[in-house]
């Protein structure tokens, strides 16, 4: 029996079932950011703990349909999956191509699941921030502001001066210039460097950016994706883990594709408060490129890969025959949780 006076883990959600957790949660907050709080969610009410325990029986299982009502979050995460920023292109007069872009962190409150909205930290007022591209020898100029209530930066991975690394904090109001050559070619990611990085990234401030080879990859549909998990009670656990940003988004909107065309998806993980995240493919093999610096590398072939916090990498595959191809992480806690979905080949 659940104790009161306990704190709402994800594991007393795995056992209510986190289809019931959900809409208890969203249903129970009236005011989510002072909802989200040490106090306020450490201590359900006896109400709470009752609601827990008649859900007690909704468990969750592969089958679980989360609907297709339309909201705010989940076409959040279905525009993700595609928008890719360029950036507003110029030549210089050297010839070389330069892209900029403009990025603002600020304080942002995001539907993260059906009825639950976070008080998140965010690039541009999405979790995950603005997926950036451009193509290798690009000149990359990023300007920052900080319209938040707190420090923030911008570290982009890859290689570039230590004066461009989003060491330095802007501070709240201020604004910064990032400018660097992009390389190397592959898929990199970018997120605030300022501590306690455990609370600025966990929070959101974090997004893919891709480089491009000077030799374009083969043709393909191409996809971007950010694994990541929320901590809703400040203890330091997640209890609902998405990609893109919401909770079974991609079960509500599976992803159609075409049966024998190449699939390319750039896939990065930005879970806090877990050591690892993983892909896993139904009924079917990929290949997976680590980091994706080399489009003629021998790739991983498999069904199943791993990545510590801000590792990436790309997976191409090709879909047999029409049908439901299930995706999901395969820490089956994570996929109760919020994190699985379905490509629909047609």
């Not at 992009?182 to 990199?188: D, E, F």
């Not at 408060?273 to 139904?282: K, R, V, W």
Request: glycine fraction near 8%; aromatic fraction near 12%.
């Amino acid at each position: 029996m659940l104790d009161p006076k306990q704190k709402i883990s994800r594991r007393h959600i795995l056992k209510v079932g986190a289809a019931g957790f959900l809409g208890v949660l969203g249903s129970t907050l009236v005011n989510p950011v002072s909802a989200f709080t040490k106090s306020s969610q450490s201590e359900p009410s006896h109400d709470m703990h009752d609601k827990l325990k008649n859900m007690r029986q909704h468990s969750m299982t592969h089958g679980y349909d989360p609907g297709t009502d339309s909201s705010e979050g989940l076409e959040s995460a279905v525009k993700a999956l595609t928008q890719f920023d360029y950036g507003k292109a110029s030549m210089r007069a050297d010839g070389r191509t330069v892209r900029d872009y403009d990025m603002i962190a600020a304080d942002w409150e995001l539907e993260i699941a059906k009825g639950i909205r976070f008080p998140g930290w965010a690039f541009n007022g999405t979790i995950p921030g603005p997926t950036l591209r451009c193509t290798e020898g690009d000149i990359v100029r990023v300007t920052f502001r900080n319209g938040s209530a707190h420090p923030h930066s911008i570290h982009f991975h890859g290689i570039h001066p230590t004066d461009m690394d989003g060491l330095e904090p802007v501070a709240p109001g201020e604004t910064f210039i990032y400018e660097f050559e992009a390389k190397p070619a592959g898929m990199q990611v970018y997120h605030c460097h300022v501590q306690p990085f455990t609370r600025h990234i966990h929070k959101g401030l974090y997004g893919n950016f891709i480089i491009d080879p000077k030799i374009p990859r083969k043709p393909a549909k191409e996809f971007s994706m950010v694994m990541n998990g929320f901590d809703l009670d400040l203890d330091g656990e997640n209890e609902i883990y998405t990609v893109n940003g919401f909770a079974f988004a991609y079960m509500s909107r599976p992803i159609k594709v075409k049966a024998g065309e190449l699939i390319r998806v750039y896939i990065s993980n930005m879970t806090e408060f877990d050591l690892l995240n993983s892909f896993h493919l139904h009924a079917n093999f990929f290949n997976y490129y680590a980091t994706g610096a080399d489009p003629q590398a021998r790739p991983y072939f498999t069904d199943t890969i791993m990545q510590c916090q801000g590792e990436r990498g790309i997976v191409e595959m090709v879909f047999p025959a029409p049908g439901r191809y299930m995706f999901h992480a395969h820490q089956s806690e994570f996929t109760e949780l919020g994190w699985m979905g379905f490509f629909v080949a047609e």
